[in-house]
C-alpha cells in the first residue's frame, strides 16, 4: 500500500490495522537532542483514547505508547523514532455479521475495487485507530515546536447546529468537557443534544478549529507546497474530514477586497504587522507572521445501529444496522488528531526552511 508517509524532512509512516496487533509510527528527520519521553507521547494519546465518556467507543484500550528506538538517555539521537501502541481488545466478531456487506460511508466498497480484498474488522488501516501513529508523531512535532515558540490551540467549534459564543471563549475549559469546547455552556447544549441523538440511534458530525501562534514568517513554499496547501492534505488525510479553510475561508468569496486584504502596520516594537488577518496567517503559501487560523469539518460517524440500505458484494440488496462499540460523535477525539497534523505540516516546513537563504547556511557552517 502506497501513501502511507507524510512529510518531507520531517517525515512519518504510520503502520498497522485497527483489529492487528497493534497501530504505530515511524518517525524520520527528527533533530537530535531533543527532550523526549513517553509520557510527552502519552500525554496526546490520552486525548484521543477511546471509553473516556459516554460520547466515545466503549472500547477499552489503554493506548500506552511504547518507543522502540531512536531515544537514549531522555533525547532523540537523530535517528528513526518508531512507536508502537499494542491493541488489547479487539473484538473481531462484531463485525462478521457484515464482512458481505457494503457500510454507508465506510470504505468497504472503495477498498474492494482498489486491492479485491477488504480487512473488514473494524475497516484495516481506513479505521480512525489508524490515527493513533499521527497523534505519537504529533506529540514529537509539537514538542520541537515548542523549542521555537509555536503555541497549537485546537478545540471544538460546533457540533451540529450548536457553536461556541467566541465571547465566553475560555481555553482552559477545553480540557475540561468530553466534547473539548471552549465555552461550557455551549459543551452542555451539545451533550443534550448528542444524548438525544444516541437515543435515535443517529451520529453528530461538527466543526473543529484550530489556531498556531508565534509562526516566523516565511514557512512554505510560493508554488506546490504552500503552507496551506500542505495543511489541506493534511487536514483532509483524516478518514472523517469532509471540509478545510484558512481564515476566512469561504467568506472570503463574498467580501470585497477592500474588506478582505489586511492592511500592513508596524507594531509598538517597531516590527511589521497587520490590523486585520482575514488571510490566515498566510500569504502566497508562505506564513506571515500572525496567527495561523483554520477550519475543518467533521463528518458524522457512518457507523449507526439505525437501518440503513446497501447492497452485498453479490450486488444482493440487504438492510444493515451496525452494531458494535462506535463512537457517536467523531470530533472530541479528532481534536488532538487534528492539532497533531498542523503540528506535522509546520515541524517539516521548519527544517525545511533552513535552506531557503544563504546567509542562514552560511551562519550554521560558518560561524564567526
Not at 486525548?47 to 537514549?72: C, N
Not at 455552556?185 to 473543529?208: C, N, P, R, T
Not at 484550530?210 to 487536514?235: C, N, S, T, W, Y
Request: net charge neutral; with cysteine.
Amino acid at each position: 500500500m502506497a501513501g502511507s508517509t507524510f512529510g518531507t524532512a520531517f517525515s512519518i509512516t504510520t503502520w498497522g490495522e485497527s483489529h492487528g496487533e497493534g497501530v504505530g509510527v515511524v518517525i524520520d528527520g527528527c533533530p537530535a537532542g531533543l527532550p523526549l519521553s513517553e509520557d510527552d507521547i502519552q500525554a496526546f494519546l490520552n486525548r484521543r483514547k477511546p471509553g473516556q465518556s459516554s460520547y466515545t467507543t466503549p472500547r477499552k484500550e489503554d493506548d500506552t505508547a511504547v518507543i522502540l528506538s531512536g531515544i537514549f538517555e531522555g533525547k532523540t539521537t537523530g535517528t528513526p523514532i518508531s512507536v508502537a501502541v499494542y491493541n488489547k481488545s479487539q473484538r473481531s466478531k462484531d463485525y462478521s455479521a457484515i464482512k458481505d456487506i457494503y457500510r454507508p460511508g465506510h470504505a468497504d466498497f472503495t477498498f474492494d475495487q482498489k486491492y479485491g480484498f477488504r480487512d473488514y474488522r473494524g475497516g484495516g488501516r481506513s479505521s480512525g485507530r489508524e490515527t493513533i501513529g499521527r497523534v505519537a508523531a504529533g506529540a514529537v512535532a509539537a514538542k520541537l515546536l515548542k523549542q521555537f515558540g509555536i503555541e497549537l490551540c485546537t478545540y471544538t467549534e460546533s457540533i451540529h447546529h450548536i457553536r461556541i459564543n467566541d465571547a465566553h471563549f475560555d481555553a482552559d475549559e477545553i480540557m475540561r468537557n468530553p466534547v473539548y469546547m471552549p465555552d461550557k455552556e455551549a459543551a452542555k447544549k451539545a451533550a443534550a443534544l448528542l444524548e438525544q441523538k444516541m437515543g435515535e440511534k443517529d451520529s453528530v458530525g461538527g466543526v473543529i478549529r484550530g489556531i498556531i501562534r508565534h509562526v516566523p514568517a516565511g514557512l512554505g513554499e510560493p508554488v506546490f507546497d504552500k503552507l496551506d496547501a500542505l495543511l489541506a492534505q493534511a487536514m483532509f488525510s483524516v478518514g472523517a474530514v469532509k471540509g478545510f479553510e484558512i481564515g476566512d475561508g469561504f467568506n472570503a468569496a463574498f467580501a470585497f477586497g477592500s474588506e478582505n486584504n489586511d492592511a500592513f502596520t508596524t507594531d509598538a516594537s517597531g516590527n511589521i504587522a497587520k490590523l486585520t488577518n482575514h488571510a490566515g496567517g498566510i500569504l502566497g503559501g508562505m506564513s506571515d507572521g500572525s496567527d495561523i487560523t483554520y477550519r475543518v469539518a467533521v463528518k458524522p460517524t457512518p457507523s449507526i445501529a439505525r437501518p440503513q440500505s446497501t447492497v452485498s458484494t453479490n450486488k444482493t440488496p440487504v438492510t444493515v444496522e451496525i452494531h458494535g462499540r462506535h463512537d457517536p460523535i467523531i470530533v472530541p477525539r479528532a481534536v488532538v488528531v487534528i492539532e497533531s497534523m498542523a503540528a506535522l505540516t509546520l515541524a517539516d516546513l521548519l527544517l525545511r526552511n533552513t535552506g531557503a537563504r544563504l546567509d542562514t547556511l552560511k551562519k550554521f557552517y560558518l560561524p564567526s
